[in-house]
């Protein structure tokens, strides 16, 4: 993935992973739009995914997760005063 000035990815994927999604995306654009594109025009809009639009996803995520783990020790916290002997 080429290195465009701005703000940096928050994810990365291994160089087998930027393989599989540029090919993937390139299945994609020709198969939707009927475009024949190159790894490196591939590789650009998967940079742009990368630096725009993944953060919200990740974002998302962190908030599930919190969300889940506050459920969970809300839980855990109840069964604990449950065992507390009087």
Do not use: C
């Not at 993935?1 to 994810?11: E, Q, R």
């Not at 994927?13 to 393989?19: A, D, K, M, S």
């Not at 299945?27 to 939707?32: I, L, S």
């Amino acid at each position: 993935m080429s290195k465009a000035k701005g703000k940096p990815p928050i994810l990365s994927l291994t160089p087998e992973q930027e393989r599989e999604a540029i090919s993937t995306l390139k299945r994609f654009v020709e198969a939707r739009f009927e475009l024949q594109l190159g790894s490196f025009e591939v590789a650009e809009i998967l940079e742009l995914f990368t630096r725009e639009i993944a953060p919200h996803y990740y974002n998302r995520a962190i908030f599930d997760v919190q969300t889940v783990l506050r459920d969970r020790f809300d839980s855990i916290e109840s069964d604990l005063w449950a065992l507390e002997k009087s």
